[in-house]
C-alpha cells in the first residue's frame, strides 16, 4: 500500500470537521462557484434521471425503480452535464452528483450549474461533496423534525463553504482517484467471484452428502425421482407428507373477533436461507385454535411459500412465541427424518431449481401446500443421517469461514476507499508527482462491482427503493 505524505503547508478550514486545508486552496461559500437553475422541460421527452447517494446521478433507464412514475414530465427540471443535483429531501443521505448526462429530474431536486467551467472538475467535484464530512454539513444546514423530514434548501446549500483546488490539481487528484478506484473494483469483483465459487463448493457438498450419502462404493438404485437421480440401494424415496407435516400459515387478519389475541407472525420475507431475519416481524391477531395450529415450535423448519419459493430455514426459538402467516409453511419433521437433513435437503433441490419448476402462477409464484407435501426427499436410516450432517457441518464450517474472510476483506477495502477519497479531495494528503495511468470513464463502468445488496435510488417523492 502506496505512502501518501500530507501538502508542506496548511492553513484553517471553514468547516470544522475538515479541520485544516493546503494554504493555496481557496475556499468559499457555494455560491460563489454555483447558481441555481430552474428549467423546466417544455415536452417532457428528455431523458430522465435518478439520484443515489450510492451511484450519483445516472440515468433511469440503467436502474429498477419501482416507485409511481408520472403521466407527463412536462415541467421536470432540466439539467446538463457538469450541473451538481440535489434530492433535496435526502442530501442528508448524500443523494446528489454531478451529472454526465442531459435530461430532466423531479421539481423537487436542486439544479446547481457551475459559475465557470474553470471552477471544477466533474469527477472531483462529484467526489468532494459526497464524501462523509459534507454529509454531516448537509444534516446540520438541513430543515425539518427528524431525518425523514429534513430538507436542503438552496439558500443553506449555497452559503455552505467549500474548497476549490486548482483544476489542474483537481484534474490530478482525479486521475489519481480512477487509478484508485480501478484497483478497488478489480479487487472487489475478484473476492466476490471467489465468495460465488466458494458458495458453489459449499452446496456441492451438501448436494452430494444428501443424495448420494457418504459412501462412494455404495450400489446405487434409481430413486424413481428426476431431480434426485440414483441412490444408495438402502435409501427411500418419499414423499413429504409421509415423513413430515406440513402448516400453511394464517389468511392475514387486521381485526380482531372475540377471544383473539394479536401475536407476532413471520411472511415470506422473514425466512432467508438458514436464518430467519427478525428485522421486521409484524403482528395479527389469532384466535385460541389458531394459536395452536400456527404456532412454531423449536426444530420446525420454515418454508418460502412466496417470493424465492422453497427458500428454508430451521426455527431455533429466536422468539418466545411466535405464528405464521400464509406465505409461509411450516414443516415438522416426523420420527424417520431429521430436521436438519431435512433442511439440507430443501437447499440441494433448491438449488436445482426444483421448486421453481412445480410452483402455480397466476400472477404471483406461489408453493402451495398440495405442491409441496408431493415432493420426494431421501430418507436414509437415522445414524447415516446424523453422520451426513456432521460431514456437512464440518466441511461447510470450513469454507463458511473462507467466505466470511473474504466478504471482511471486501468491507475492509470499500472502508479503504472511503478514507482515502476523503483525505485526497481535501488536501489531507498529496498525490501531485504520484505518476498513475489515465483510467477511461468506460473502463470503471466495465468494472462496476456488484451493488445489489447496497444500491438504493432516491426517488422523486423522497422514497427510497431498493434495485435489483
Not at 317 to 338: F, M, R
Not at 367 to 386: D, G, I, M, Y
Amino acid at each position: 500500500m502506496m505512502k501518501l505524505a500530507p501538502y508542506p503547508d496548511y492553513k484553517d478550514a471553514g468547516v470544522s470537521w475538515v479541520g485544516s486545508i493546503p494554504a493555496h486552496w481557496p475556499e468559499k461559500r457555494a455560491k460563489y462557484y454555483f447558481k441555481e437553475i430552474d428549467e423546466r422541460s417544455q415536452a417532457g421527452d428528455e431523458e430522465m434521471l435518478s439520484v443515489s447517494h450510492i451511484t450519483g446521478v445516472t440515468p433511469r433507464s440503467q436502474k429498477n425503480v419501482t416507485m409511481f412514475k408520472a403521466e407527463s414530465n412536462v415541467g421536470q427540471k432540466r439539467c446538463q452535464p457538469g450541473d451538481l443535483v440535489i434530492n433535496t429531501m435526502w442530501a442528508w443521505m448524500s443523494a446528489l452528483g454531478v451529472s454526465n448526462h442531459a435530461g430532466i429530474v423531479s421539481p423537487a431536486y436542486g439544479v446547481y450549474r457551475p459559475r465557470s467551467n474553470q471552477a471544477y472538475d466533474n469527477y472531483y467535484l462529484d467526489h468532494l461533496l459526497r464524501i462523509e464530512g459534507y454529509r454531516s454539513e448537509y444534516i446540520c444546514r438541513s430543515t425539518g423534525i427528524r431525518s425523514s423530514r429534513l430538507r436542503l434548501y438552496p439558500d443553506k446549500f449555497l452559503s455552505m463553504p467549500v474548497v476549490c483546488p486548482p483544476q489542474e490539481e483537481q484534474q490530478t487528484i482525479a486521475r489519481f482517484l480512477k487509478a484508485q478506484d480501478r484497483l478497488f473494483r478489480k479487487f472487489i469483483r475478484n473476492k466476490r467471484r471467489l465468495i460465488e465459487l466458494l458458495k458453489e463448493q459449499k452446496q456441492n457438498v451438501i448436494n452430494q452428502a444428501v443424495t448420494r450419502g457418504l459412501d462412494p462404493n455404495v450400489k446405487l438404485k434409481p430413486s424413481g425421482v428426476e431431480w434426485i437421480g440414483d441412490i444408495p440401494e438402502h435409501w427411500e424415496a418419499r414423499r413429504l407428507k409421509t415423513i413430515a407435516n406440513v402448516v400453511l400459515g394464517k389468511m392475514l387478519k387486521t381485526s380482531p373477533s372475540k377471544d383473539d389475541q394479536l401475536k407476532p407472525y413471520l411472511r415470506s420475507a422473514n425466512i432467508q436461507w438458514f436464518e430467519v431475519n427478525l428485522s421486521d416481524v409484524a403482528s395479527m391477531w389469532f384466535s385460541p385454535a389458531e394459536m395452536e395450529q400456527y404456532r412454531i415450535s423449536k426444530n420446525d423448519i420454515l418454508v418460502s411459500e412466496g417470493g424465492e419459493v422453497g427458500r428454508a430455514c430451521i426455527w431455533k426459538d429466536e422468539l418466545e412465541e411466535c405464528y405464521i402467516q400464509n406465505s409461509v409453511h411450516k414443516v415438522t419433521a416426523g420420527a424417520e427424518i431429521l430436521p436438519l437433513f431435512l433442511l439440507y435437503q430443501f437447499s440441494a433441490f433448491g438449488g436445482k431449481g426444483v421448486f421453481k419448476a412445480i410452483v402455480n402462477r397466476v400472477s404471483i409464484a406461489h408453493l402451495t401446500r398440495e405442491k409441496l407435501v408431493a415432493v420426494s426427499f431421501c430418507k436414509p436410516p437415522l445414524e447415516e443421517q446424523r453422520a451426513i450432517i456432521a460431514h456437512i457441518n464440518e466441511k461447510c464450517a470450513e469454507i463458511s469461514q473462507a467466505i466470511s474472510r473474504a466478504e471482511r476483506e471486501i468491507e475492509l477495502m470499500r472502508e479503504y476507499r472511503t478514507r482515502l477519497i476523503s483525505d485526497v479531495v481535501t488536501g489531507q494528503v498529496d498525490v501531485r508527482g504520484i505518476e498513475v495511468p489515465e483510467v477511461a470513464e468506460d473502463e470503471l463502468l466495465a468494472l462496476e462491482e456488484d451493488t445489489a445488496d447496497a444500491d438504493d435510488v432516491i426517488d422523486d417523492e423522497g422514497d427510497m427503493d431498493e434495485t435489483d
